[in-house]
């Protein structure tokens, strides 16, 4: 029946019949390979909560150590590791800085952080250091952002130096060497003087 209706079509009739066949199979062939290429595209533009991955662990210890040398370690009580944003986050935090293979930092935080992208290790919530040369200190929270970087400590910090020297501040940043303090904002520096008996 096909075939008749066919023949009885006009040369011109049976030419735009076959071209408009032809693009609709082109069309057809286009939509199905757009799906096949484009198949993993969407799922990846849309990834959601649902896609993240997360890891819980207990006494998780973090170090970074390159040529033998150590750069820093940090262990914590608990921690998680978010792999979206590619961050740990611990708790009861104790670790070290160090230069040349040497402790020049020691801290303990009750939370603390370390972004692997930007690596950089946030201490907040009851953060207390001592440096190298004896010197303590404490903050609301201290960032360390790469041994050629200062450390900056923010929020109530208070710096005790020798018994002899306290500072209280808003902010501090230490000098990547640890030998000098930039103290900013709202300051009271008390000196004693230690006589010897």
Known sequence: MLCMKWKKLSRKNRAYLAAALTIVGILVWAFVSAGIITHNFNRSQVAGEKDRKEAVIKDIILTE???????????????????????????????????????????????GTYNSVKKQITLYDDTFIVIKDGTTLEADRLVWSGSDEPVVATGKVRITRDNRLLTLADKVEISP?????????????????VKEK
């Open 65 to 111: 150590t390159k040529d033998e040398m150590k750069y820093w370690e940090i262990y914590g009580e608990t921690g998680t590791y978010d792999s979206n944003n590619e961050v740990a986050m611990l708790t009861n935090v104790l670790g070290n800085i160090y230069q040349d293979n040497e402790v020049s930092m020691s801290f303990q935080s009750t939370n």
């Open 177 to 193: 060497d640890y030998t000098h303090f930039t103290v900013t904002g709202k300051t009271v520096s008390k000196i004693y003087d």
